[in-house]
């Protein structure tokens, strides 16, 4: 009964807090106008302690989200369960705004693409955007496979890696690769002209070399990315401060925003690999008032 009580008072902080909010009736841009101004005074914040002491740490702690997705959820089951939110353990990401981009897919003709780097023929998040982004294009890479994709049914399989063009490249699990930029595999794809809505990368420490030419299409306009889920890697070398620097600079240049960090409880001794999501500065805004304004 005491539960209840509790749970039935949250309830209705949690309404009343939404009551205040003047978007709740009016829908005004300015409260979205407000939250990206405490968004960017949290990044502010984070860039300063970069340029610190703070910032020459081999250490995630001063990369922490800056950035609120109303609608965030674990998305990527492993299990044969199709059941939305039944999101555990090792494999799942966060993302933003399924229902939005679903609705957009439904009944606005969208055309949503998703790509999935590294695979290791995991395809807990190929089979969830196949069952509840349904319609929703993806396109699996993974080099390092030592048997068939089994994720025909819900995506595109390309036995490519990503790296520098035409540079040979190695992955954790000692396999060797020729590199495929971003930039060629859009082009390959015939995608240079598409947003790509849901980018999920793991590829075992790959991210600081690819990355960055991504952030300089984005922040270019050559490309759009709405979401990005990233595992980053931290490497015991001196060097790993200039990489991390680099990766969160170059998001920042992209207009990219840091809603949700997890550690690798799994792994990497609990503390050397990250899980990030980041959404695009446009996007969020569209996927929140989605979540928080009144539906006509």
Request: proline share 2%; net charge negative.
């Amino acid at each position: 009964m005491v539960g209840l009580v509790i749970f039935t008072l949250l309830n209705l902080n949690f309404q009343r807090n939404l009551i205040d909010l003047p978007h709740v009736t009016s829908c005004d841009d300015t409260v979205l106008d407000n939250f990206d101004k405490e968004f960017d005074q949290k990044r502010s914040e984070r860039v300063k302690a970069m340029s610190s002491g703070l910032g020459d740490r081999v250490s995630f702690d001063i990369y922490e989200p800056e950035a609120t997705c109303f609608s965030e959820e674990r998305f990527g089951s492993e299990s044969d369960i199709d059941v939305r939110y039944h999101a555990f353990g090792d494999g799942p990401k966060f993302i933003c705004g399924v229902n939005f981009i679903a609705h957009q897919i439904a009944h606005h003709g969208k055309k949503c693409l998703a790509y999935s780097v590294g695979s290791a023929n995991a395809i807990g998040f190929e089979k969830s955007v196949h069952t509840f982004l349904s319609g929703c294009e993806t396109h699996t890479f993974d080099p390092t496979l030592k048997s068939a994709f089994v994720g025909e049914e819900y995506a595109t399989f390309h036995a490519w890696g990503l790296g520098k063009d035409g540079v040979a490249a190695r992955g954790a699990r000692g396999k060797s690769w020729i590199g495929r930029s971003f930039e060629t595999i859009f082009r390959e794809l015939g995608h240079e002209n598409r947003t790509i809505d849901v980018l999920k990368i793991d590829c075992e420490g790959c991210e600081y070399d690819v990355m960055s030419p991504l952030f300089e299409l984005i922040s270019s306009g050559r490309m759009q990315v709405d979401q990005l889920l990233i595992e980053l890697h931290l490497r015991p070398l001196k060097e790993n401060v200039t990489e991390l620097k680099d990766f969160f600079l170059g998001a920042d240049k992209a207009k990219l925003r840091v809603f949700h960090k997890e550690r690798n409880g799994w792994g990497c001794q609990g503390t050397s690999c990250v899980e990030y999501a980041f959404a695009s500065e446009s996007f969020l805004r569209k996927a929140n008032k989605d979540s928080i304004c009144p539906k006509k």
